[in-house]
Structures are given as C-alpha cells and as structure tokens.
C-alpha cells in the first residue's frame, strides 16, 4: 500500500546548522515545518567540522603551551606520559553527542517535525524520504511541500586516477575517526582545512608532511597570510612539498601506506600511517533527485545555481550552505542565510536576504588567521593602484617576550587595505595569537563602511595584540 503524503508549509533536506535554522525561525513564523536528516544533526560543522576542529586545535594550543612556551614563564612542565589520544577522542566525541541532542530537543521546543531517513524528489513539490529506522508499517514516508529548501551540504574529495588513493587514504572526515595518534602524517592540499589539520598534527607531535600543487597555501587569502603561514609552518617542522603531484597509495601492512609523489625535488616516496585528502569538496546531491524538479546546477562546479534570495530557478526550491553556488561554504553564512530566508517566506519580510559582502572568516592555523574583505590584489584589481593605501605592521606578541629564541616566538603581522581619498577600509588581514576573536569586532566596523580615520579614533587597549589595528602609521 503506498504512503499516505504529509503536507507541510516547508519542507527542509538536510540537518545541518543552516537547514536547522532556517526550519526553526519559519516554525517561529507559524510555517508546518519538517526537517529531513540521513546521518547526524548539525551536519559537518557539529560533527566533522567546526566543533571537533576547535577542540582539537584546542588541544594542540595546550601542547605548545606545555612544550614550547611554558618554561619561558617560570614552568617545569614535565610529561610523564605522551599525549592520550584516544582519551581525548573519547570526550570529544562524547561533546559531539551532547550537541547532536541538544539540536534534536531544539527541533521539538520549535515544534519542526524530524525524520530521520534519505530524501529524493519525484517532483518539484514531492520527496520521498526512505526512513533509517522504519516501523513495520512505515518505511517510508512522502512529503508535499509548499516550499522546499536544499540544505544538504557537501561532501570531501577524493582522487579517483590514483590508485590506492580512497582505499588507503581518509579524508578530514576520517581525522576525526583515528583511534590512535600517527607517528606520521601526510596531507594532501593547499586549502585551509589542510593547513588546520597540518598544523594540529605538527603541534601534538606527529611528523607532518603537507603536499601542495604550487609554491604556496592559502592562495585565496593576502599574500601576506600566505608568506608569513608558511614560514612559521617550516619553522616548526612541517615538511612541506612544493609542486607536487601524487601517483599512488601502497599498502604496506600493519596500517602502514607508502605514497608515492613528484615534488619539486624529484620523484620519491613516503612510508606513513595516515594520508589525508584535503582538495576541496563537493556538494551533496547526488541521490537527491534534482534531475526530476528542473533545478539548474553550476555547469562548471555541479552546485546547486541560486540568486541573492537563496532561490533556485524553480518558484518553490531554495538552497544554501555548501551545496549552493555563493562561495562560502561557512557555518555562520548558511546560519544567517537560512534564518533571512524564513524571515522572507514566512516573516514577512520581503527583502530579505543574506548580504555576503565582507564576511569575516578564519583559519585556525598555527599560529591563527583573521580576514575580511578584499586582499590587497584584489582591492587593485578593482579600484586601481593609485586609489589603494596599505597600512601594515609586524610585531612580537608581548606573550613571547619571556622567550629567549627567537624560533619560539610565533610571528604577529597585520594590513588594513583602504581604498580612495576617504581611506574606506575595504581588507583587513591578520595574523597571530588571538586573531581568530580579534577579527569579529573588527569585521563590524568593516562592514560599517569604516575609514582609516575611525580606527585611529579609537583609543587603544593596551598591552593587547589588537591596539596595533588603531595605531597603523
């Protein structure tokens, strides 16, 4: 006997932060919402993202403190045993578990019914969900929607013509499954979430090799992200392999993988226990059925195609987050266009929409990234050389004034980008301990439209890191 359909005001496919969002606020609006999720709530930032990500970067902070900056302050930090990997995973999945809980009760305080199962289309205004756990006289249920968001995120690559690569390798999913800390590690990208987990390896003691296809990382970001990044990353040990390409994966036994490269040395190989595939991702869409609704894709990126207001070329589809085509895949972009979204469909509030004009984001390398806004070749590019001002500055951090090498201290290096004879600030980039909560208030004024002038205004905060933003000369 085929299902009865369920009817609802909006149907949202995919559980994570911006999808759960956007089902919420259009709940709070009075809209019949329904959630749909196939694996955990909150989607890759709770899970395999964001939160897992913080925490261990959390973690590899605490082993520089230990290891490299304590005994400058006065410490005899002493490890009486090697960092416990396995213990620390334990909890941190264990707070993983608690978040996917807590996104669950949110669901029900806002009254958002959830299903639990896999979605298709079979038309524009019809899904068929396929239930995980189904009773024994439901085992799948179909939807009627009055509107349906897209919010099924994405998904990393991995190499298809090189043998060995998705058998041997794991990807910044597999990161967070290791049961036990390797000895030795190979990333394989020159994205930011490469750079992340190069650098938390690195810091809780793994032999860390990172394989880039140019001469540098982080190429979206200023140029003087990327040059100070990497200098400090072979500093501290990171072996980074210039120019390289990658052949294949061999199995050598008691979890041990030889990779075979091309760099800008020649041809070698290296024996490790983890290759990790950090070269971008893709969205997850798939199995979804897009072909049966009309729905354009991106030709060249297979993203779901949207305009300003999240909509697809179909009246009653939207998406957002990394399936759709804006360009930032980040938490707090989807959060913030989901909410804009129900506010528009269901708020009454008809020019709603997500300005995705200077979005502050950051890397949490080591040591931490902060930008907004445009890069100094790209403020250039726009507004032509002789309209651009550049203020930058270098310092030691007075937290590494106790150090007596200068290998230990990690750099600090900032540049504001202005543009035109009113210096409106259109690039803040910053690099440094503390950098990550520094931007945020900074990436208010930015987006005030603030000039040169209103920073030097403020008077600063002194001894900070931060005071040097409004005393640039």
């Given at each position: 006997?085929?299902?009865?359909p ?7 496919i ?34 395999v993202?964001?939160v897992p ?49 807590i ?7 806002d009254?958002?019914?959830y ?8 038309d524009?205004q ?8 189904p009773?024994a ?5 179909v939807?009627?929607?009055k ?26 999913d ?27 390896f ?10 880039i ?11 003087m992200?990327?040059?100070k ?19 294949r ?6 979890g ?10 020649g ?12 070269i971008?991702?893709s969205p ?13 894709l991106d ?8 305009d ?24 707090p972009?989807a959060?913030?266009a989901?909410?804009?979204?129900a506010?528009r ?6 020019g709603?929409?997500l ?21 100094e ?24 004034a ?27 980039h910053?690099v440094?301990?503390?950098c990550?909560e520094m931007?945020q208030?900074?990436?208010v ?29």
């Open positions: 006997m085929a299902p009865i369920k009817e609802c005001d909006y149907l949202v995919g559980g994570g932060s911006g999808g759960l969002a956007s089902a919420r606020r259009a709940s709070q609006y009075g809209a019949k919402s329904i959630a749909i999720e196939s694996k955990r709530l909150g989607g890759t930032c709770v899970n993202g964001c990500k913080k925490v261990t970067w959390n973690a590899a902070s605490i082993a520089d403190t230990l290891r490299h900056e304590s005994r400058a302050y006065g410490f005899s930090a002493i490890e009486s045993a090697p960092f416990d990997w396995p213990t620390f995973k334990q909890k941190r999945d264990a707070y993983v578990k608690r978040l996917n809980g996104y669950e009760r949110n669901l029900h305080n009254k958002v019914e299903l639990h199962g896999r979605a298709t289309f079979l524009a019809t899904v068929r969900v396929t239930l995980d756990n009773t006289t439901e085992k799948e249920v939807i009627k929607a509107n349906t968001l897209v919010a099924t995120g994405g998904y990393p690559n991995v190499p298809k013509d090189i043998p060995g690569a998705a058998e041997l390798g794991i990807t910044s597999g990161f967070f499954e290791l049961e036990a800390q390797p000895k030795t590690a190979a990333l394989v990208g020159a994205g930011y979430i490469a750079v992340e987990m190069a650098g938390m690195n810091a809780l003691g793994t032999e860390t090799h990172l394989f296809r140019h001469d540098s990382f982080l190429r979206p970001f200023d140029p992200v990327q040059e990044i990497i200098a400090e990353y072979e500093k501290r040990g990171i072996k980074i392999h210039r120019q390289s390409s990658q052949s994966v061999e199995d050598l036994g008691s041990r993988k030889r990779l075979h490269y091309k760099d800008s040395a041809e070698g190989t290296l024996d490790t226990d983890v290759v990790l595939w950090a971008g991702r997850e869409i798939g199995d979804l059925g897009l072909d049966k609704t009309g729905v354009k030709e060249k990126s297979g993203h779901v195609a949207t300003d207001y999240q909509a697809t070329n179909v009246p009653t589809i939207f998406a957002l987050g990394d399936v759709c085509d804006r360009g930032f895949e980040l938490t972009v959060i913030a989901g909410r804009r979204l506010d469909l269901y708020g009454g509030q008809t709603a929409k300005d995705y004009d200077q979005i502050p984001s950051v890397v949490f390398a080591h040591p931490e990234v902060g930008t907004t806004g445009l890069t070749p790209a403020a250039r590019a726009k507004y032509g050389d002789e309209n651009i001002k550049v203020y930058n500055t270098s310092f030691t951090d007075m937290y590494y106790m150090m007596d090498k200068q290998d230990d201290k990690a750099p600090s290096a900032f540049k504001v980008v202005c543009a035109g004879p009113e210096e409106k600030v259109v690039g803040i910053i440094g301990k503390g990550s931007l208030g900074f990436g004024a930015v987006k005030m439209g603030a000039r040169k002038s209103d920073l030097d205004s403020c008077v600063a905060i002194h001894p900070t890191g931060a005071e040097e933003l409004v005393t640039l000369k």
